[in-house]
């Protein structure tokens, strides 16, 4: 008896701990699942419509950070491939010395799929982007972290980015 009470306890213990410890942020017609030790902000800093904002740490001087941009495509006849080349090209034009080191097109989620790294702002960045175009709108959904910690990161980057819906 003594045994199976502990291994209920255990049990218990295992699924409180186990729970789901995330959040999710739902707007107009989006939403997204972030952990709950990630800072949400709805600012519009950098044009943004948000940015999750990983944990600072101790030794940190970078917070990786997933952000989702808007951008109004009335009147402009755009495929999400055509919009994910014209970004392409801008990014190499605008930022000498960056590298594209992915990019492809999603058919089977509609999805234009870029990872690159270049010297943005005071360092040295890596991105990976998912391009979606819904009712004449681009929305462009972006994980950035620095490259030394980018294969420590893109586990959970992966699984933020594949929450984002669009309603």
Known sequence: ???QVTLLFIVCTCLCFAQNTNKKYEKDNYSITYPSNWELNVSGQMNSTFILFSEL????TFRENINLLVQDLTDQEMTIESYGQITKSQIKEQLPGSK????SFDKEKNRYIMIWSGNVGSGQLKFKQYFFIKKEKVY???FTTTPEVYNDYIELGNEILNSFTLN
């Open 1 to 3: 008896m003594k045994l």
């Open 57 to 60: 740490e101790k030794e940190d």
């Open 100 to 103: 594209i080191l992915e990019s």
């Open 140 to 142: 462009i959904l972006t």
